[in-house]
Nanobody, 124 residues
């Protein structure tokens, strides 16, 4: 059982930055594809960024390309989401997700481990 604990959310003004962290309990962390999802009220959960187990490949939603960066530190069993140039439409609960696989699944259904979520609010 993999436990994921997110941190780093908060309130920020438009144009600002935040860095989310997701600490994993799993020792074979590098065998897990990781992703960040977000869910705004009344909307479906969407994948915003993902990274392969080894960290060599990353994937981004069009809405965050050029603004968000996903990375991982295997020594710390942690995945990060650096969010720059934040917009009010980025406001959502952000979730970290994991799956024991090479290529990160594109939908939420593909992940079997989830963190508790962290709120990100961007004011205009």
């Amino acid at each position: 059982q993999v436990q994921l604990v997110e941190s780093g959310g908060g309130l920020v003004q438009a144009g600002g930055s935040l860095r989310l962290s997701c600490a994993a309990s799993e020792r074979t962390f590098s065998s897990y594809a990781m992703a960040w999802f977000r869910q705004a009220p009344g909307k479906e959960r969407e994948r915003v960024a993902a990274i392969t187990g080894g960290g060599s490949n990353t994937y981004y939603a069009d809405s965050v390309k050029g603004r968000f960066t996903i990375s991982r530190d295997s020594a710390k069993n942690t995945v990060y989401l650096q969010m720059n140039s934040l917009k009010p439409e980025d406001t959502a609960v952000y979730y970290c997700a994991a799956r024991y696989t090479v290529v990160p699944p594109t939908t939420a259904r593909g992940y079997n481990y989830w963190g508790q979520g962290t709120q990100v609010t961007v004011s205009s």
